[in-house]
């Protein structure tokens, strides 16, 4: 299956929930308040989102006012248009040696994101290590040893409980001594103590920045897409400790609510920039903003 493929399976219950509803729109009538006020249903039944929702309404009356805009055919042309911008951000072309920390919730897909990244990068030809620096949630150091093994690369461990932020500095120090390409930071996700959660995100954050300057440095954030507007919540809650720099969305094949994409990128101003597709090593895609945007508006 090619990557457009994955992509489009993926966002078919959301494709199946909003795209013929766009069309049937579309193939109406008049440009009137009822037209409006069905797309915004539409979009917000998507889980768009309603500030992105208003902010594309508008963007979208203004544009139809502008060119004159009269055919059905020409405003969805508009509305595409509109949709790409918001997703439209421009990614930093990466450089190595590379240290990407990856935060999330738990039970967002971290660790398996974790390993499809270092099948990712190991079969781009580089080296890589993963960093268990979840030491608090009882085998996770283990369920990513299983990954490192599927990916074949290497993983950094200690024993659980071990001191998060010792584990990063010692697993640093070898990824320099091996001229380490990528280096993969996995990080607790637990939420019933936020503040601690959040200083030792920022202390790891501190030990990456002062051990490994020459790096190149990339947060990123998993996020669940079937939870929805929770997600903004949680980019929220982690950018109070760290700067994101852009997002990882898994189960987005799980959710008819897809457009959480855009209410993302249109109220966080943060890209997308992978995507899970299903459950296999191999099923972490960059995200493609026209795929994206075509399925969702085109159904195609």
């Given at each position: 299956?090619?990557?457009?493929?994955?992509?489009?399976?993926?966002?078919?219950?959301?494709?199946?929930?909003?795209?013929?509803?766009?069309?049937?729109?579309?193939?109406?009538?008049?440009?009137?308040?009822?037209?409006?006020?069905?797309?915004?249903?539409?979009?917000?039944s998507a889980d768009i989102g309603s500030e992105t929702a208003e902010n594309i309404l508008n963007d979208?009356?203004?544009?139809?006012?502008?060119?004159?805009?009269?055919?059905?055919?020409?405003?969805?042309?508009?509305?595409?248009?509109?949709?790409?911008?918001?997703?439209?951000?421009?990614?930093?072309?990466?450089?190595?040696?590379?240290?990407?920390?990856?935060?999330?919730?738990?039970?967002?897909?971290?660790?398996?994101?974790?390993?499809?990244?270092?099948?990712?990068?190991?079969?781009?030809?580089?080296?890589?290590?993963?960093?268990?620096?979840?030491?608090?949630?009882?085998?996770?150091?283990?369920?990513?040893?299983?990954?490192?093994?599927?990916?074949?690369?290497?993983?950094?461990?200690?024993?659980?409980?071990?001191?998060?932020?010792?584990?990063?500095?010692?697993?640093?120090?070898?990824?320099?001594?091996?001229?380490?390409?990528?280096?993969?930071?996995?990080?607790?996700?637990?939420?019933?103590?936020?503040?601690?959660?959040?200083?030792?995100?920022?202390?790891?954050?501190?030990?990456?920045?002062?051990?490994?300057?020459?790096?190149?440095?990339?947060?990123?954030?998993?996020?669940?897409?079937?939870?929805?507007?929770?997600?903004?919540?949680?980019?929220?809650?982690?950018?109070?400790?760290?700067?994101?720099?852009?997002?990882?969305?898994?189960?987005?094949?799980?959710?008819?609510?897809?457009?959480?994409?855009?209410?993302?990128?249109?109220?966080?101003?943060?890209?997308?920039?992978?995507?899970?597709?299903?459950?296999?090593?191999?099923?972490?895609?960059?995200?493609?903003?026209?795929?994206?945007?075509?399925?969702?508006?085109?159904?195609?």
């Amino acid at each position: 299956m090619g990557i457009f493929a994955k992509i489009k399976a993926a966002l078919k219950k959301t494709k199946d929930a909003i795209a013929y509803r766009l069309k049937k729109l579309f193939t109406g009538g008049v440009l009137n308040d009822e037209f409006y006020e069905e797309l915004e249903a539409i979009l917000l039944s998507a889980d768009i989102g309603s500030e992105t929702a208003e902010n594309i309404l508008n963007d979208l009356k203004k544009a139809i006012d502008k060119k004159h805009i009269t055919k059905p055919d020409d405003v969805k042309t508009e509305l595409k248009r509109i949709m790409r911008e918001i997703l439209d951000f421009e990614l930093p072309q990466e450089e190595y040696p590379l240290v990407v920390m990856i935060a999330g919730v738990n039970g967002v897909g971290k660790t398996t994101t974790i390993g499809k990244l270092a099948n990712y990068y190991k079969k781009s030809g580089k080296s890589v290590t993963i960093v268990a620096g979840d030491t608090f949630r009882a085998a996770a150091a283990d369920q990513l040893s299983v990954w490192a093994d599927r990916a074949n690369v290497r993983i950094v461990k200690q024993q659980e409980g071990a001191d998060a932020a010792a584990v990063v500095y010692d697993a640093l120090q070898s990824a320099k001594s091996k001229n380490t390409d990528v280096t993969l930071i996995d990080t607790a996700g637990r939420l019933h103590n936020k503040v601690n959660l959040m200083e030792e995100l920022k202390k790891i954050d501190r030990i990456i920045d002062r051990e490994f300057p020459e790096a190149m440095r990339l947060n990123y954030i998993v996020l669940d897409a079937t939870t929805g507007q929770n997600a903004i919540s949680q980019v929220d809650l982690f950018n109070e400790a760290i700067d994101i720099d852009g997002i990882i969305l898994t189960k987005l094949d799980g959710t008819a609510k897809g457009g959480v994409v855009l209410a993302i990128a249109g109220e966080e101003e943060v890209p997308v920039v992978y995507v899970g597709v299903g459950e296999g090593i191999e099923d972490l895609e960059k995200f493609d903003i026209d795929d994206f945007v075509s399925a969702i508006v085109d159904g195609e």
